[in-house]
């Protein structure tokens, strides 16, 4: 039942079928139901997850795309499949409902780190499954000595501390921002960059074969990755104002992103087109420089809040010498904790006298893909078609 695959959801592709099964259980009347009583944001309709599914007792009153990040952050922090605590998942008749042992105890554990973070720490949310399992389904409770006698594993808090330029010898966010933006070819040329589209290749993290990506973009907020997957495709778009997004096999097929999930998809899309970056976030912050694959990094981190007053956070890492960015990790909201997306961008190339990463590697709760752009079309007509909610291709 360990998890030695490296899709972090999905354990090999029997699961993915078995999602995708579980699908048709839940009847296009009792969705389209859901759907009239759904709550709207930003023009798109937001379903809950106890519309959407048939037995929520403690994630309720949350959109089904947080409740997937729940359900990507439960398997992360235990290191567990969606199986080892739905009965038949991983077989044709999956019961998601159903309440195994192992899901009543994570059912418990959420009311418990509820609890712990309200009498604690005054309602943050700053307990979470991962703050005890760190990837074990039974938390180790000791030190183990040689963890202490050896190199120290350092994971940062997802608000990292301010450094202290004096000792830390790092620049104001302002400079290291506007080296970026120089670095990428300067504000002016990249203001002229106003659409493009771009054609590659994806793989999953663990996977040989490479699937056909498409990708479109279109200044200064708009962006949609399309990756031809043999289950069916794979989406994400954002058209300045609503964002979504659309797996080939899974729980639900294709879903709005809301608020701190939504800002994350603006965020990638803005990242198409970098020029103005500073403005995105309210504050920003220099944390300590590090290292990244063996080169020097500043770290950037930018935050808001939004109109729920929870923390929207983002931290940038820029290559010293260079001035390019190497990674970006952005965190949406959920109910239990935050749930991260990463990406890292390699391979710079100038297109239209801009530098674009021809490599980067898209990771979050339901997998990773690998991207490699081939080739580019600078300032390009972009069908406003492509940046809508995405539809699945015929089988
Ligand atoms: C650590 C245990 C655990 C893991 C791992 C887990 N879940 Fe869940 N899941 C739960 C719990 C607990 C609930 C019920 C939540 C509630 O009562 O509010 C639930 C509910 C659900 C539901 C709603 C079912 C219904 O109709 O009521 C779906 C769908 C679901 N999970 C999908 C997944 C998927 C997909 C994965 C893998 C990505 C996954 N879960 C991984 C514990 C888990
Ligand atoms: C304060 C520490 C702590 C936190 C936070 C915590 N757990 Fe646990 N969890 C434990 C401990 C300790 C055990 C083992 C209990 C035992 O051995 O009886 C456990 C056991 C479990 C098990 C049973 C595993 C098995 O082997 O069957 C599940 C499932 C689980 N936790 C899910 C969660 C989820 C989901 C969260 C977040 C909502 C969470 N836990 C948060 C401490 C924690």
């Not at 990292?160 to 040329?189: C, E, H, S």
């Not at 498409?214 to 200044?219: L, Q, V």
Request: proline content about 7%; aromatic content about 8%.
């Amino acid at each position: 039942m360990k998890f030695p695959s490296k899709r972090l959801i999905f354990c090999g592709g029997s699961a993915l079928i078995t999602i995708a099964i579980a699908m048709s259980g839940n009847t296009p009347a009792r969705r389209s139901v859901a759907f009239a009583q759904a709550q709207r944001q930003a023009g798109t309709a937001l379903q809950m997850s106890e519309q959407a599914f048939k037995n929520i007792q403690v994630l309720k009153g949350i959109p089904v795309d947080e409740f997937m990040g729940t359900m990507g952050l439960f398997s992360a922090a235990l290191s567990v499949c969606c199986g080892d605590c739905h009965t038949g998942a991983g077989t044709d008749h999956p019961q998601w409902e159903a309440d195994p042992p192992r899901k009543i105890t994570a059912r418990k554990m959420v009311q418990m780190v509820n609890a712990i973070n309200k009498d604690n720490f005054g309602g943050r949310q700053v307990v979470t499954c991962w703050t005890c399992h760190r990837g074990a389904q039974a938390p180790s409770s000791t030190p183990p000595l040689d963890a202490i006698y050896s190199t120290p594993v350092f994971a940062p808090p997802d608000l990292l501390p301010v450094a202290n330029p004096a000792t830390a010898g790092t620049p104001p966010a302002d400079q290291i921002l506007d080296k970026y933006v120089q670095a990428l070819g300067g504000a002016d040329r990249i203001s002229r960059l106003t659409s493009y589209t771009a054609k590659g290749t994806s793989s999953l993290f663990g996977e040989v074969k490479a699937d056909a990506v498409e990708i479109s973009a279109k200044a200064p907020d708009q962006l949609a990755t399309l990756v031809h997957q043999r289950e069916g495709d794979l989406a994400r778009t954002y058209d300045g104002r609503n964002a979504w997004v659309m797996l080939p096999l899974t729980v639900v097929g294709e879903y709005p992103l809301s608020a701190s999930a939504r800002e994350g998809a603006k965020l990638d899309a803005e990242m198409a087109f970098p020029g103005n970056i500073k403005k995105f976030f309210a504050n920003w912050r220099v944390s300590y420089p590090t290292t990244l694959d063996g080169k020097d990094v500043y770290v950037v981190q930018g935050t808001d809040s939004n109109a729920a007053n929870r923390l929207i956070i983002a931290t940038f890492y820029f290559d010293k010498q260079t001035g390019l960015l190497t990674r970006m990790i952005h965190y949406a909201n959920s109910a239990v904790g935050r749930v991260p997306t990463q990406i890292d961008y390699s391979d710079y190339r100038p297109v239209a006298g801009v530098m674009m990463p021809f490599k980067f590697t898209y990771g979050w709760v339901s997998g990773r893909e690998e991207y490699t752009i081939t080739e580019v079309q600078p300032n390009v007509q972009v069908d406003a078609a492509k940046f809508a909610k995405p539809v699945q291709r015929a089988r």
